[in-house]
């Protein structure tokens, strides 16, 4: 079983950056496609952006594509989302999570059963 922590949010000013980080235990989280999902207030929990066991494979939603990028290393058994030019619109909790088998267009938060606590971002303008 893997078990994921978030950490790395924080406040930020708009058009400013962070690097949010996942870090997993288990043996398998290495052969586990892995994604960043994020609930904003008063919003449903979306899917934000994902990447495939190996890396060779990346999906973002369309409201973060060009200024976030998704990575993992999977010696330290990590995700790292990388977050620029926020905007007040990304203010939210985000969560990362992972599944077996492969990656298609990107992950549905709705397959998922359990979640972590997340890590608050917050762009003020």
């Known amino acids: 079983q893997v078990q994921l922590a978030e950490s790395g949010g924080g406040l930020v000013q708009a058009g400013g950056s962070l690097t949010l980080s996942c870090a997993a235990s288990?043996?398998?989280?290495?052969?586990?496609?892995a994604g960043w999902f994020r609930r904003r207030p008063g919003k449903e929990r979306e899917f934000v952006a994902g990447?495939?066991?190996?890396?060779?494979?990346?999906a973002f939603a369309d409201s973060v594509k060009g200024r976030f990028t998704i990575s993992r290393d999977n010696t330290k058994k990590t995700v790292y989302l990388q977050m620029n030019n926020l905007k007040t619109e990304d203010t939210a909790v985000y969560y990362c999570?992972?599944?077996?088998?492969?990656?298609?267009?990107?992950?549905?938060?709705?397959?998922?059963?359990?979640w972590g606590q997340g890590t608050q971002v917050t762009v003020s303008s």
């Open positions: 999570n992972a599944q077996s088998g492969p990656m298609a267009g990107g992950l549905d938060p709705t397959d998922f059963d359990s």
């Open positions: 990447i495939s066991w190996s890396g060779g494979s990346t």
């Open positions: 288990g043996r398998a989280f290495n052969y586990y496609a």
